[in-house]
């Protein structure tokens, strides 16, 4: 479960969330890509709605969202314990050296800073490995000595430490190293644990459970501290992040601008954001669960927020959390278009082309919730997910549920970065078919998602006696080709236009022009040469694709075109492609509800698996020639509050489009924590 994280690839989403969107935004002329360096593109996202929001909510927006910015310095130093003195000591070089700033090292060492703001530190943010510098220790060492010492102050102190930590290949390479069979603790460069070994803290953890064995409702043992092993007695201990305790200077300012907030929401939020402040000033996990608890049983507020230790993928023993915030409200245009869905449930089962005692006589849509981020703090900043699911504790999900949400403005963001950067141009060779496809190609993605999600898997029914689990390892190929054919049946269906969900049949166009080319062709970029389709997901839209072209090619419905000694995969009759899928599917929901082992097996070994070499290169070649960068992140918003008689009368935003200068103004401004902690 736990937060949806996402990598931007082939120019478009592979979001693996329903997601919903609408079909338009104010937009200005800024360029979605702000900026882009390595492997990285930094994307701009818009709030749509902000300015429509109440005065009291806008308000809490800001409060929220200063409270989301203050926290961004904890997360370097959990990172890695010199983390912000490598960020401080190039900030400084970045700002104050004034000799050649077009020399290919300076450029170099630019981009190493722009690096390690995106990764809030020295390691890659996805493969956690440490940056590796394209500028010499020497040139490091000429351009900082360069700079008057009391530019640096107590940085000077630390300089051969960041040195070290920035040039020597042997230090710190990597943040988290999860290879079974090492002291993961001792080798992993994250500063969750100090001077402990990874035996030291396992019983530490160990007797802290043991202590507390039989309680219901544990609390999260070590997630808001560092353990710590002091070098002369050999005790054990835990700092704690909270007032007075470790990371206090940044926590004081979080918890200042959540009092603000807290003044100014209504109930329950209020009581919620209240035992917030109190688990910060206390560092009780307790209070942390009745915070969970309070916010997940609130449905009702309209503004929502994640602030906090939440995530422990940073630890390599998953138990010590990395800060993050996320400010949001809910995107009511789009939560409306899942309630439509859900809601007409049982008229898509009861028209559903499977077998009439394989449909489910009463079904129950599940209805997705939709959020627009506000702000975007500490591990969802620059890079964030595109959905929450939360909170983690396992006995309050048993016991209150989660909530579980999608971000649709950073869906939106994405897919408006990924357009003109020539992967159409480069794979469609229709013009009508792209023009389809950026026109309508998010909406048809994200309601095809929808329709997967909050129907496709809950549709169907077994036969008398088939309990599920008959088709093993074909079992999640099948599952997931049956809730894609069940939504692209549909997408294309005159009930979607009458419904108001989509304005005609174009959208299904442009939705299944994309999935063919992709099922067929474009996702193989992402498998190595030499390997076979692995992945579920991947496995079902290669078997849906090439079994629909097999059965329409006499006619031609999906169709092979060589130009230009490139291959290209057109779709030339959209309502007989429509139909083909309602074939499938009923195939599929037989398979399924009869239990068919052999049937599914030869569907998946033969449409699903088998890779065209001489295709895959091809394929391959012409993606990496377009020189899309795979990571994608964000700058924020800024909101700025309007004073009239010492109150705020109304809260502006506005979009900055300079990466640089947003980071520049975090390190000034939202800066709380020393060199080291
Ligand atoms: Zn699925």
Known sequence: MKTIRIIAFMGMISAVAASCGRVSTSENETPWIVDRFDDIKVIRYEVPGFDRLPLQEKELVYYLSEAAKCGRDILFDQNFKYNLAVRRTLETIYEHYVGDRSAAEWTALEKYLKKVWFANGIHHHYSNDKFVPEFTEEYFRTVASSIPDERFGELNDLFETVCDAIFAPS????????????????????????????????????????????????????????????????????????????????????????????????????TNIEALISYYETGDLKEFDRYNIGWVKDTVSNVDFVNGFIEDYGDPMGRKASWEANVNFMDKEACHRTEVI????????????????YRKAKVKGV??????????????????????????????????????????????????????????????????????????????????????????????????????????????????????LFGLYYLGDPKMVELGLVPSFDVAKAGYARYI????????????????????????????????????????????????????????????????????LHEVQRIKSEGD??????LVEQYAVQVDPALHA???????????????????PEFEPVVEDGRIADVKIVYPADYVAQMLDYSKNYSFLPNVN
């Open 171 to 270: 230090l710190y390479p990597t943040r988290l190293n999860q290879a079974a069979g090492e002291d993961l603790l001792v080798t992993s460069s994250s500063n969750y644990y100090e001077g402990v070994t990874q035996a030291e803290a396992e019983r530490f953890y160990a007797a802290v459970a043991a202590a507390d064995a039989g309680n219901p409702e544990p609390v999260s043992y070590g997630l808001n501290s560092q353990l710590v092993k002091d070098a002369k007695t050999g005790r054990i201990y835990e700092r704690t992040w909270k007032l007075g305790g470790m990371y206090s200077p940044a926590i004081e300012r979080i918890v200042y601008w959540l009092k603000k907030a807290a003044a100014v929401a209504a109930e329950p939020q209020k």
């Open 342 to 357: 859900s809601e007409n449930a049982q008229w898509f089962e009861d028209h559903s082309p499977v077998a009439p005692e």
């Open 367 to 484: 209805s997705a919730k939709v959020i627009t981020v506000a702000m975007l703090g500490g591990d969802c900043y620059p890079a964030t997910p595109i959905g929450i699911n939360l909170p983690n504790a396992d006995w309050i999900r048993k016991e209150y549920g989660s909530k579980s949400v999608t971000i649709d403005n950073i869906t939106y963001a994405y897919d408006k970065a990924a357009q003109g950067n020539g992967f159409t141009e480069e794979f469609v060779l229709r013009a009508d078919d792209r023009e389809r496809m950026d026109k309508y190609g998010k909406l048809a993605d994200d309601l095809h998602t929808d329709l997967h999600e909050c129907l496709g898997h809950g549709s169907g029914q077994l036969a008398q006696g088939v309990k599920g689990g008959e088709l093993k390892s074909y079992g999640s190929t099948l599952e997931e080709a049956r809730a894609d």
């Open 517 to 584: 080319m992709n099922g067929l062709m474009t996702q193989l970029a992402r498998i190595e040469p030499g390997k076979q389709v692995e992945e579920s997901h991947m496995r079902n839209r290669k078997l849906i694709a090439e079994w629909c072209y097999e059965r329409g090619a006499a006619d031609k419905v999906i169709e092979w075109v060589e130009q230009d000694g490139k291959r290209y995969v057109v779709v030339n009759d959209f309502e007989r492609l429509r139909a083909l899928f309602g074939e499938l």
């Open 597 to 602: 082992y052999e049937a599914g097996k030869a």
């Open 618 to 636: 091809e394929v391959r070649e012409r993606y990496y020639a377009l020189g899309i960068e795979p990571y994608g992140g964000f700058v924020n």
